[in-house]
Every structure is written in structure tokens, then in C-alpha cells.
T-cell receptor, first 116, second 110 residues
Framework: GAGVSQTPSNKVTEKGKYVELRCDPISGHTALYWYRQSLGQGPEFLIYFQGTGAADDSGLPNDRFFAVRPEGSVSTLKIQRTERGDSAVYLC??????????????FGPGTRLTVL | RKEVEQDPGPFNVPEGATVAFNCTYSNSASQSFFWYRQDCRKEPKLLMSVYSSGNEDGRFTAQLNRASQYISLLIRDSKLSDSATYLCASHGSSASKIIFGSGTRLSIRP
């Protein structure tokens, strides 16, 4: 079946602009995660949704970052007043969310954000 | 100190060699662990999950040592196609965030 998809694949913006990054999880997956990966680093957790609600947003770096998942499927990560340090690959992952040790997270291809 | 730490490498080994990576974790409450493979400019893909003492899948063996809080990945008879970055990760609870290490780069030479 279809995997996790993310759009756009690349986004170039100017410092101070607003951007939205979209994630379509695997159908039926209730858990959705956003991560950010900088060059030479592993993915860094940002936020986790269980259904429509943000169950853990402890990884959001500051209040310029916000994410929504209004219908429990597609999620949008929103970044206000972008800074050059926000440049990274933003990865989305989804999981069945049923609990238990077998709840594997499947990653999308990512959105490469460049802030000039 | 990072919660999950790995040797960044790079490891450069000849085809057919056996290579091992270690990864240490600091959260003793972590229940499950993972090795992900990430190719250049691609997303991480799950290679192996480790819940108890270890797991084996073909040429790949992962071992967990809870007393010393480390996870290892052994690759036997390495192939050119094994060249990638290998990410170690830990999971606090079944549906919680994954904490990744910085990755170990592996390059297999002919």
C-alpha cells in the first residue's frame, strides 16, 4: 500500500516568511510524528499526535513552530517567521498507534526546507 | 550527554568483511530499541527492532545489553549495497517519540 507522503519535497523560503509542510500518513495509522534532521545528525523529535490531539509537543523548539491534525489524518507543520537555523529536513512518520512493542514508525521522504 | 550516542565513523571496510557498531543509551527505562538504515538524502528505514536480548535477520544481528545499556549491530559478509548511515534509536514507551543517535556512516569498498 501507499506509504507516508510529504509535500513539498523541497521548499526554499526567505528569512521571516511563513511556511507550511504537509504530511499524509499511512491510511489507518492513528499515530503521527514530526521530526527534524539537520546535516550529520539523527532525526530530532518535534511533536506526536494520537488521533487529532497533540499527545507530546515537547520537541517543538519555540512558539514559531505549530502543528495541527484536524481530522486525525493529514497533518500540517507550520513555521512562522522562519530563521536560517530552521533549515533542515522535516520528516513525518506514522504508526498504527495500537500500543505494544510492535508499533513501528514508518517515515516519509521528508521536506527539505532551506531558509535564505 | 546525548540520550543515544553512536560512533559517527566513517567505517570503511572491504566487501565481505564483518563490521560491528555499538550504541549506548542513557535512559534505563527505555523498553525497545531500533536500528534504522538511512541512505543519502533518503528517509530512515527500519532495519531491525530489539526488544529482548537480541534479534537476527540474515546477515544482520542486533544485540541488547541492558546491564551496560548498549545495543550493537553486526553485519556479516558485507555487501557494497550495505553502504549507508546506520541510526541507533530507543523508544521510551510503545507510542512515544523515538530518540535517535547521530548515526554511523558505513562505506563498503570493492
Amino acid at each position: 500500500g501507499a506509504g507516508v507522503s510529504q509535500t513539498p519535497s523541497n521548499k526554499v523560503t526567505e528569512k521571516g516568511k511563513y511556511v507550511e509542510l504537509r504530511c499524509d500518513p499511512i491510511s489507518g495509522h492513528t499515530a503521527l510524528y514530526w521530526y527534524r534532521q539537520s546535516l550529520g545528525q539523527g532525526p530530532e523529535f518535534l511533536i506526536y499526535f494520537q488521533g487529532t490531539g497533540a499527545a507530546d509537543d515537547s520537541g517543538l523548539p519555540n512558539d514559531r513552530f505549530f502543528a495541527v491534525r484536524p481530522e486525525g489524518s493529514v497533518s500540517t507543520l507550520k513555521i512562522q517567521r522562519t530563521e536560517r537555523g530552521d533549515s533542515a529536513v522535516y520528516l513525518c512518520a506514522s504508526a498504527i498507534g495500537a500500543g505494544g512493542l510492535g508499533d513501528t514508525q514508518y517515515f516519509g521522504p521528508g521536506t527539505r526546507l532551506t531558509v535564505l | 550527554r546525548k540520550e543515544v550516542e553512536q560512533d559517527p565513523g566513517p567505517f570503511n571496510v572491504p566487501e565481505g568483511a564483518t563490521v560491528a557498531f555499538n550504541c549506548t543509551y542513557s535512559n534505563s527505562a527505555s523498553q525497545s530499541f531500533f536500528w534504522y538504515r538511512q541512505d543519502c538524502r533518503k528517509e530512515p528505514k527500519l532495519l531491525m527492532s530489539v526488544y529482548s536480548s537480541g534479534n537476527e535477520d540474515g546477515r544482520f544481528t542486533a544485540q541488547l545489553n541492558r546491564a551496560s545499556q548498549y545495543i550493537s549491530l553486526l553485519i556479516r559478509d558485507s555487501k557494497l549495497s550495505d553502504s549507508a548511515t546506520y541510526l541507533c534509536a530507543s523508544h521510551g514507551s510503545s507510542a512515544s517519540k523515538i530518540i535517535f543517535g547521530s548515526g554511523t556512516r558505513l562505506s563498503i569498498r570493492p
